[in-house]
């Protein structure tokens, strides 16, 4: 099962309520964040608190945090990062933690020769490369030899926008895909796919048959045995494997990336959570400044099949958002959502999606 937190909807800035980026995915193979803007730390305190005291099981401990994916580098969605690293260190934290993003080669040849400095006026560079980033970051305290912990950087050069499997797979059993997008600076989103499973293994089967405990365990962990001259071969006491499901995030994008085409990715996402941060008549000003509509979303989601479209990153002059899921509902016939900050998200491993809206004492679940 995975579990999808998003604890900020807001685009560039702070309004009607709403953060800015930075959601939570629990995955079997363990914790990630994707993205991390400013007060992330107190947002995922606050809602695991709100989680523990209305009963739910799921947890958002910043101690579990394994892995952290950032789609690019605008302060929006990085600015909260660099503390929660720090309240880790206050805590002790021993077990290594991995900080994955998109870059170019120039950025991270660049970055390389020069650490800690921003890249000179008029360069091709932007200073809001993670390249640049992440040398900075290091630079201003996050050095392992002062560090209670050890912390991977890892920089995703990127140079087309074809979809590829992510270099390094933090999380056990969960397949990571980066899917390049169009920002204006090096930017991705992310396709997390549970790994296929084996079928259940039919142990009242090879009971039956008077099999020791020995034959059957090498049967269940998926050796052939002859017996008598007669061969049971490990398959044929496996049900019907259960296929792997998946759930996508977008981060910041003009609509028209390669990427979300369903033919390059993995599989179709059960979950799109695409950025919408503009309604229709914004479109010149969306494309321009490399972001999406609702309608754009709705494209991408079409274009990916996936089964829900939850859309998020709402511009500060949006204030309701029935008018962004009804554009985006001309666009894409699968059930559409949008998602406030605190909703939380539950693909079981039936692929089956449920949205659990916030209200005051808790949240209101939605099976869609
Ligand atoms: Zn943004």
Not at 63 to 82: C, I, K, N, P, Q
Request: glycine share 8%; aromatic share 6%; proline share 5%.
């Amino acid at each position: 099962m995975f579990e999808l937190h998003v604890l900020g909807t807001s685009s560039a800035r702070f309004a009607h309520g709403r953060s800015v980026s930075g959601s939570v995915l629990n995955t079997p193979g363990g914790m990630a964040l994707i993205d991390c803007g400013e007060g992330m730390q107190k947002r995922m305190m606050d809602h695991n608190r709100a989680l523990k005291s209305s009963g739910v099981e799921s947890r958002t401990r910043i101690s579990r945090v394994r892995a952290v994916f950032l789609t690019h580098g605008h302060m929006d969605h990085t600015w909260g990062l660099l503390p929660l690293l720090q309240t880790l260190d206050l805590d002790g934290r021993r077990n290594r933690m991995v900080i994955i993003g998109p870059s170019t080669q120039e950025a991270i040849d660049w970055a390389t020769q020069h650490p800690g400095e921003a890249p000179p006026e008029g360069s091709d560079i932007s200073p809001t490369d993670l390249a640049i980033l992440f040398s900075q970051w290091q630079a201003i305290g996050t050095k392992d030899e002062t560090s209670s912990y050890t912390i991977d950087w890892v920089l995703i050069p990127i140079e087309d926008d074809t979809p590829f499997t992510s270099p390094i797979q933090p999380l056990e059993g969960v397949t990571v895909t980066v899917v390049p997008t169009h920002h204006g600076v090096p930017s991705c989103g992310y396709h997390f796919e549970s790994n296929a499973k084996a079928g259940r293994f039919d142990r009242e089967r090879a009971v039956e048959l008077g099999l020791t405990k020995h034959q059957i365990g090498q049967l269940a962990s998926g050796e052939d045995l002859t017996i008598d001259g007669e061969t049971l071969t490990a398959e044929s006491f496996r049900g019907v494997p259960r296929a792997g499901y998946s759930v996508m995030v977008s981060g910041d994008t003009a609509h028209g990336p390669r990427g979300f085409d369903s033919q390059l990715l993995p599989s179709s996402p059960r979950l799109l959570l695409h950025e919408s941060t503009f309604t229709a008549e914004k479109q010149e000003t969306a494309t321009q400044y490399y972001h999406s509509t609702a309608a754009d979303a709705a494209r991408h989601a079409t274009a990916c099949k996936a089964s829900v479209l939850a859309l998020t990153h709402y511009s500060s002059r949006i204030d309701t958002l029935s008018i962004l899921v009804s554009e985006a509902r001309e666009h894409f016939s699968g059930p559409v959502t949008a998602t406030t900050d605190g909703d939380w998200f539950e693909i079981n491993a039936n692929g089956n999606v449920s949205h659990h809206v916030r209200v005051e004492n808790g949240w209101n679940t939605m099976n869609l």
